[in-house]
Structures are given as C-alpha cells and as structure tokens.
C-alpha cells in the first residue's frame, strides 16, 4: 500500500511538473516575461488543483516562498491567466473571486448562498453538449469557462434556511411611492 501511494504521488509531481512547463510555454508564446514570482504564482495553483483559492489565500502561500511577492503581482497574474484561458475565475457572492485551473472546456458547480458550500456537477460532458448546442442555435463559439449556480444545498434547508432569506432589496410599504417612503426608501440604500 504504500510503494502504490509513492509512486501515485510521484505521478501527481509528475503531471503537475508537466502543467508548469506547460503554462510557461503558453506564456512565453504569447510574449510574456516569465518571471521566477509568476512561476511561484502557477505552481501555487497547480499544486492546489481543485480547490477554489482567492488572492488573499494565494498571496499567503506565495509569500511563505518569496515574501517579496505582493498583492499586486497576485492580481496582474491571476488577471494575466485569466486572459489566456489558463485559469478560471468564480463569483460565489462572497465579495471576492475565487480561481481554478480549468480542466475541461466548461465546467459546472453548485454553490450554497447559506453556507457557501462548492459541488462540482457529475456529467460534465452531457451539459457541455447541451450548452454547446444552444450556442451552436445562436451561432456562438463558446470559450472555456465556468459556469456557478446558485442555490440553497440540502443541509440549510434542513434548518430551515428558506429563499426569502437571500432577497436583500426591501421596496417601500405604499404603492404610490409617496414622498416619505421615496426618502426613506433612497437612504435605506
């Protein structure tokens, strides 16, 4: 069992090296400088495939390598991938983004707007054919990308957790709009 688990993790170093070199290559292709911090930055996120890190997060494992990375570099970077296709970016309504390294053209995820839970869709390729179908109707071709549906998972709904909880927007009382509840309705928000 554990000659299996070496070598099943020497295959993981393996094909992570491989990615590296591979973001490299597509960087230095596209005329970008390659630079011993953004190699810092997208051995970060190869190393961590699968989960969704923000740039705070990023820039604190960064830094315990190079501390001289900055917040700056984290966000030209992540912008820079962004661009090339190399890294998805997702919204979870947290007030950040989170990134991925994309594995596939389209990639699907559920999100908790309670407690901010993340599943990743089985049958990935049965909804891309389908999404890609509707494109195909409109005459788009797609980019890769994730999509991130929102919703309330089975455990907040068991306690209780209910849709009216997420409508943030209160309108004012009277239909009318009368001058009162106008003025208090536009310093409400």
């Given at each position: ?23 490299l ?75 991925e ?9 559920f999100?908790?707007k ?76």
């Amino acid at each position: 069992m554990e000659s299996f688990n070496k070598a099943t993790t020497k295959e993981n170093t393996s094909r992570t090296e491989q990615l590296i070199e591979m973001y490299l290559k597509r960087l230095k292709q596209c005329g970008f400088r390659m630079t011993n911090q953004r190699r810092i930055i997208i051995e970060i996120l190869l190393k961590n495939l699968g989960r969704h890190l923000n740039v705070k997060e990023l820039l604190n494992i960064a830094q315990k390598e190079d501390p001289t990375i900055g917040i700056a570099t984290i966000y030209r970077t992540v912008d820079l991938l962004t661009g090339l296709g190399l890294l998805n970016m997702i919204n979870l309504e947290e007030g950040f983004s989170r990134f991925e390294v994309p594995d596939e053209q389209m990639h699907f995820h559920f999100y908790c707007k309670s407690c901010g839970k993340v599943v990743h869709l089985p049958d990935e390729e049965d909804k891309t054919k389908t999404v890609m179908q509707w494109a195909q109707k409109e005459g788009f071709k797609l980019l890769p990308q994730t999509f991130e549906l929102a919703g309330i998972c089975p455990e907040c709904i068991n306690e209780g957790v209910v849709e009216e909880d997420f409508c943030h927007i209160k309108r004012p009382i009277c239909e009318k709009r009368c001058k009162k509840h106008r003025r208090r309705w536009r310093h409400e928000n």
